[in-house]
């Protein structure tokens, strides 16, 4: 079978979920290896790329890869591409995912889909734009297909296997080290999924009035073990940090739930979520458009009704 | 200094966007053309960084002739002068297209900073500003939430998903930017008058010295197979809260297996 190329999303020495996603989906089109690029590689990494397929990890271990961003990776997997000549290489749609997809694409003259939601064993893979309103299906003509492909669009199913260690040693390049990270700042650390990948988000709009009704925001998603999100009018206002924003101009999610409270449901937001699998919608207009959207719907003040079902969760845990 | 900030002519943000039937390039004519909304504060920025250390900053876009309204706005709102890529044959660029004609318009021309935003709202694929510096063997300083300059160096901070990075280079750089970095100006009737003054060099492909070959949609890196529009949802479920609204949500809820 041929080999599928996976890039491992990891954060503190461990894989990200949406690297599980990747290597099921990789399982689809051919054998999957999985590249870990940076330091911190461990047993505990190597057997969570394992249970779920990857028959080879590449990694190319070295801080030299991510201080700084996104050109070495680029560096390193073009390095595997030729060397290797995968089928295609699967990078997760978050920012450093796609750019590095893009910087691949022009080293490798091959063509680049970005955001795919499922990608069939012929290569086509599927779509959703303009919001989740049009859903299309396209392939790569040139080259070895790079493919992005967002978190929480493929259920992981583990195959376990015991894969191979692979070092690699690729040097960086002059024009690759021209940016150089200085520092990194966490500005989150609430204990909460994060926002990109979690199962579960609860978010909060105009509706919230207050950064204080933020609370009643956070407990709900606290009582789901959900992330938080806010709509750009709850951001804008200053109500919620920037970094939480879902929309056409934040980030966009595609969790198994979405609670959207007080959020009338512009096209700005519904960019962002609409793919959601069930969403759940709670507002006093009943003309919000959101509702549109909603599998279950409840019009009423947020600020009761919140509160009482973060009660009832509780109660029923 | 001198700065480029590099603008997209897209549908209206608020606008419901679609495919075309013939060739499955995005519909241009189905709405109102705008400025990317991002790329409105690329400009604020470049804009911002010369009130506070002098230059030129000149905007530079490829699109149909119609995206020089977008020129106008982004001169109206204080840039000096632009350059305009408009050719028949760059219809249906991919981003490994667009990224080869910007960077050679831009290769040559001494620019220190080259500003974008982080994405367009109808494309959405945010590779292009990486695809430029790479194109070009310039840093890559994208999705910046902060810059600031200093002689040669730029420092800037880059959004993540936990925070930032702080990240570090020697002009020249490429820069795309995120809205968290500032609030965009208006363009003042001042503004709007000066713009109409203002140069614009207007480029053909020949013009610019690229290969027509590698440029439009049947050069395109990908192909679009087929689209349709999305099923519409089944109506859902919508209750009135009577004092136990919360309730019958965490009966919903656990119907469907959440709690």
Same mark, same amino acid.
């Given at each position: ?20 996603? %990747?290597?099921? %989906? ?11 690029? &940076?330091? &911190?590689?461990?047993?505990? !990494? !190597? ?32 390095? %595997? ?25 022009? $080293? ?14 012929? &290569? ?33 199913? !583990? ?29 989150? $650390? ?14 909060? &709009? ?17 009582? %789901? ?89 509780? $109660?029923?845990? | 200094?001198?700065?480029? +900030? ?15 039937? /013939? ?17 409105? =504060? ?12 002098? #230059?030129? +900053?000149?905007? @530079? ?9 977008? @020129? ?5 709102? #204080?840039? /000096?002068?632009?350059?305009?890529? @408009? /050719? *028949? ?10 990224? =080869? ?61 936990? #925070?930032?990075?702080? +990240? ?17 100006? =208006? ?51 919508? @209750? ?10 965490? *009966? =919903? ?7």
């Amino acid at each position: 079978m041929s080999e599928v190329l996976v890039v491992v999303e990891h954060a503190d020495g461990s894989v990200k979920k949406v690297t599980s996603e %990747l290597l099921t %989906l990789a399982r689809t089109l051919g054998e999957p290896s999985a590249v870990w690029i &940076g330091p &911190g590689y461990s047993e505990a !990494a !190597a057997a969570t790329l394992g249970e779920f397929g990857a028959a080879k990890v590449y990694v190319a271990d070295g801080a030299q890869y991510i201080d700084h961003p996104v050109a070495p990776r680029a560096e390193v997997l073009a390095s %595997l591409v030729s060397e290797q000549a995968p089928s295609a290489v699967l990078i997760a749609s978050s920012a450093d995912g796609k750019e590095t997809a893009g910087r691949l694409a022009i $080293k490798i003259n091959s063509g680049v889909i970005t955001d795919a939601i499922g990608i069939s064993a012929d &290569g086509i893979a599927t779509q959703s734009v303009f919001g989740g309103s049009t859903v299309v299906h396209s392939k790569v003509t040139k080259g070895t297909p790079i493919f992005t492909v967002r978190p929480n669009s493929t259920p992981p199913v !583990a195959a376990a296997t015991t894969p191979t260690r692979v070092d690699v040693s690729v040097p960086v390049s002059e024009v690759a080290m021209k940016a150089k990270v200085t520092g990194r700042t966490v500005a989150q $650390k609430d204990g909460r999924p994060d926002l990109s990948e979690a199962a579960i988000v609860v978010s909060g &709009g105009r509706g919230v009035g207050s950064p204080e009704g933020f609370a009643v925001i956070e407990a709900l998603a606290d009582s %789901l073990g959900a992330a938080v999100g806010a709509s750009r009018a709850a951001t804008d206002a200053g109500w919620y940090p920037h970094q939480y924003q879902v929309g056409q101009t934040g980030k966009t999610v595609s969790p198994q739930l979405y609670v959207a409270n007080g959020i009338s449901g512009a096209i700005q937001h519904r960019a962002g979520m609409q793919t959601s699998k069930t969403i759940v919608v709670v507002n006093k207009d009943p003309e919000a458009p959101l509702f549109e959207l909603a599998d279950f719907g409840v019009v009423g003040d947020l600020f009761q009704v919140v509160p009482q079902l973060t009660e009832e969760i509780k $109660k029923r845990a | 200094m001198k700065i480029a +900030v590099c603008v997209k002519q897209v549908p209206d943000t608020w606008a419901e966007k679609k495919l075309r039937s /013939d060739d499955s390039t995005l519909d241009r004519e189905a709405a109102d053309g705008v400025m990317n909304e991002l790329d409105e =504060y690329a400009v604020e920025e470049a804009l911002k960084l010369q009130a506070a250390h002098g #230059g030129e +900053v000149t905007i @530079v876009t490829m699109g149909p002739e119609r995206a020089g309204e977008t @020129v106008r706005k982004a001169l109206s709102m #204080g840039a /000096d002068a632009a350059i305009h890529l @408009v /050719d *028949d044959s760059l219809h249906g660029s991919d981003a490994l297209a667009t990224s =080869y004609a910007i960077a050679t318009i831009l290769d040559g021309r001494g620019f220190d900073l080259i500003f974008f935003g982080s994405e367009s709202t109808d494309a959405r694929m945010s590779v292009v500003p990486a695809m430029v510096a790479e194109r070009l063997g310039v840093a890559q300083l994208t999705f910046a939430q902060k810059v600031d300059v200093s002689g040669t160096s730029v420092t800037i901070q880059r959004t993540t998903d936990y #925070g930032f990075e702080t +990240v570090e280079a020697s002009m020249p750089a490429v820069l795309s930017v995120v809205e968290k970095i500032n609030e965009p100006r =208006y363009p003042s009737f001042k503004g709007i008058m000066a713009a109409k003054k203002k140069p614009v060099e207007t480029l053909s492909i020949a013009d610019a010295g690229l290969d027509a070959s590698q440029l439009g949609l049947s050069a395109a890196w990908t192909v679009v197979e087929d689209f349709a529009a999305r099923p519409p949802k089944a109506a859902g479920t919508i @209750v009135t809260d009577e004092g136990d609204g919360g309730v019958k949500l965490a *009966d =919903y809820l656990a119907t469907q297996k959440f709690i």
